[in-house]
């Protein structure tokens, strides 16, 4: 008797590994409106370097305790509101502005179950790269359909030839990644900004958190009692910042406006206990906050496969 008859065949090679990950996507309801979270990819970023107004040791120390390494492996995340009689995209991502890594949420948009064309309006939070880049595919906008709406003070700042001329070579990328992004839609009428707080449409309105950028806006959801309020980059590293919102970033354009925003809105989370969610918090960056101490605690929503 051979050892093949005994077993009846030849041991199979071991399966290669299929390596990627799932469509970036997750989908919850604030009340009656439904909003879909959309991952751009994620980016390592050298934040203990990055991070400013910090202790010594404090960012090293902070992420072996959530046993994190650098460069950080961070998220860059849009979100996607669909209130039943309009959809809207809150930030678009980066598209190829912001390394090999990212310019994912379009494919994962469509992933989701809907289309580009389908976009009704997009409300940038502010005019980084990271945020802005997704609103062109190459040459041609991205949402051919859409309306894109920003603060005044934000267009202002980013989409001027003289603000661009004035700035260190160090931040003359950020000018040409905004109106790369944006002038398209300018020219075509599709861009309009706005002044001030306000509803846009019913059930989501913009609130001015200046600092990290000089108009820098987050944007509030809210439906039957429920409330989510989309952050943008109010934060940007949750195991430094949630401890100690006095953490800033050289990414910010005023570190002195940006702490006291933060703290503001840690704060009236913690107090409301509403849903809150981040551009860059792990995918999908949904949670709700708890004090504790003088800082506080991030706690992720609850996974429901319920539709």
Do not use: C
């Not at 990627?20 to 997750?26: E, F, I, L, S």
């Not at 809207?88 to 994912?104: M, Q, Y």
């Not at 913690?270 to 981040?278: D, L, M, R």
């Amino acid at each position: 008797m051979t050892l093949l008859t005994l077993f009846g065949s030849v041991a199979q090679a071991a399966a290669p590994q299929v390596k990627g990950q799932a469509p970036g996507w997750y989908r919850m309801m604030i009340g009656d409106i439904e909003v879909t979270a959309l991952s751009d990819g994620t980016v390592g970023l050298p934040v203990d370097k990055l991070l400013t107004n910090t202790q010594p040791g404090e960012v090293e120390h902070a992420l072996q305790d959530n046993h994190l390494t650098v460069p950080l492996e961070t998220s860059v995340n849009g979100y996607l509101i669909n209130t039943g009689s309009k959809l809207v995209l809150v930030d678009t991502g980066a598209a190829g502005l912001f390394g090999p890594t990212l310019g994912n949420l379009l494919a994962n948009l469509k992933a989701s179950g809907y289309q580009p064309d389908q976009v009704d309006e997009i409300y940038v939070t502010h005019m980084h790269a990271d945020h802005v880049g997704g609103l062109m595919a190459g040459d041609q906008p991205a949402f051919p359909k859409a309306v894109v709406r920003a603060a005044q003070t934000e267009a202002g700042h980013w989409l001027s030839e003289a603000n661009m001329n004035a700035a260190p070579e160090s931040a003359k990328g950020f000018f040409k990644g905004a109106m790369a992004s944006l002038n398209p839609y300018v020219k075509t009428g599709q861009f309009k900004p706005f002044e001030g707080d306000g509803e846009l449409v019913p059930g989501v309105r913009a609130v001015a958190a200046q600092g990290h950028t000089p108009g820098h806006t987050i944007y509030v959801v809210e439906s039957k009692g429920d409330k989510l309020v989309l952050w943008g980059d109010l934060m940007h590293v949750a195991a430094v910042q949630f401890a100690d919102p006095a953490v800033t970033i050289q990414f910010d354009t005023d570190p002195k406006a940006a702490a006291p925003q933060r703290m503001k809105a840690y704060e009236d989370a913690a107090k409301g206990g509403y849903y809150v969610a981040g551009a860059h918090l792990s995918f999908p960056g949904i949670g709700r906050l708890r004090a504790s101490g003088k800082g506080y605690v991030f706690m992720p929503a609850n996974y429901t496969s319920n539709k």
